[in-house]
């Protein structure tokens, strides 16, 4: 069976035709059998925020979440932080903050550490201003200073604690408990410090995530 994606284009009057429609054909391959048909309706991506236990996520007007992000339950997302495509953030066993000017990059997966029936009692996930979480790191009931990079693929575990403006290498792992001080760079399984974070590695985790702010701004109006 062949799938055909097509794209539906807003009319002057609101209603939304596609570009099979308009082509009376199947666009990709007219000799084709009639196809089924994968629309892709930008305006109708359902969005996936939604409460747990009563619970709304509480997401900073400038903020920027991607429609096929997942934002559930206690989950705080502060002034100009994004969240992109795939990112999963499930604050139900604990809560989730999320500073300002923070990315959380694809596919990343934030959770928390606790129990249905006393969720004072868990470990929450707390992430500072200024934050780069790289592509697909986990952070799971930690807390993360301030301009923090968080390599691609890294994974943080339950009340570890990352100090302001370290570095972790893309798929370092820190479990449970651990500690790192701040302005340091830690790579491999399980995370060692290697150096201290150098002035221009300081200075560029600001603009890094200022820069982060930018685009989302530009996202916000497509996705
Ligand atoms: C950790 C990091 C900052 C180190 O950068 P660097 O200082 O320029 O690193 P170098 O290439 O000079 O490597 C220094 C040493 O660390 C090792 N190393 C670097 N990154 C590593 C990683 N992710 N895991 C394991 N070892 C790593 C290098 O092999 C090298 O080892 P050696 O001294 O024994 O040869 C960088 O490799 C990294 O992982 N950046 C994260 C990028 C990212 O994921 N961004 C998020 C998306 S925007």
Redesign the pocket.
């Known amino acids: 069976m062949q799938v055909e994606y097509t794209a539906a284009h807003s009319q002057p009057d609101g209603s939304e035709r596609t570009s099979m429609q308009e082509l009376g054909h199947n666009a990709i391959n007219p000799l084709a059998e009639p196809c089924v048909k994968v629309f892709i309706h930008k305006t109708h991506i359902i969005s996936m925020i939604y409460p747990f236990e009563g619970v709304k996520p509480r997401i900073h007007e400038t903020a920027y979440v991607a429609k096929n992000a997942t934002v559930v339950g206690n989950v705080e997302i502060g002034a100009h932080s994004s969240i992109w495509p795939g990112a999963v953030l499930r604050g139900d066993l604990s809560f989730i903050t999320i500073g300002r000017y923070t990315s959380i990059?694809d596919n990343c997966v934030i959770h928390v550490e606790g129990s249905l029936s006393d969720p004072s009692t868990g470990s929450p996930a707390v992430i500072g201003n200024y934050c780069?979480i790289?592509?697909g790191a986990l952070l799971h009931g930690c807390i993360i200073g301030e301009r923090v990079?968080i390599?691609?693929h890294a994974a943080v575990f339950n009340n570890a604690r990352i100090g302001d403006g370290s570095?972790l290498?893309?798929?370092?792992v820190i479990s449970d408990n651990k500690e790192i001080p701040s302005r340091r760079?830690v790579?491999?399984i399980p995370g060692r410090i290697?150096r201290e974070v150098t002035e221009e590695e300081w200075t560029r985790s600001k603009a890094h995530a200022e820069l982060y702010a930018e685009l989302a701004e530009k996202y916000k109006k497509i996705l």
């Open positions: 990059q780069t790289g592509h990079l390599g691609a570095i290498g893309m798929g370092c760079v790579v491999g290697v």
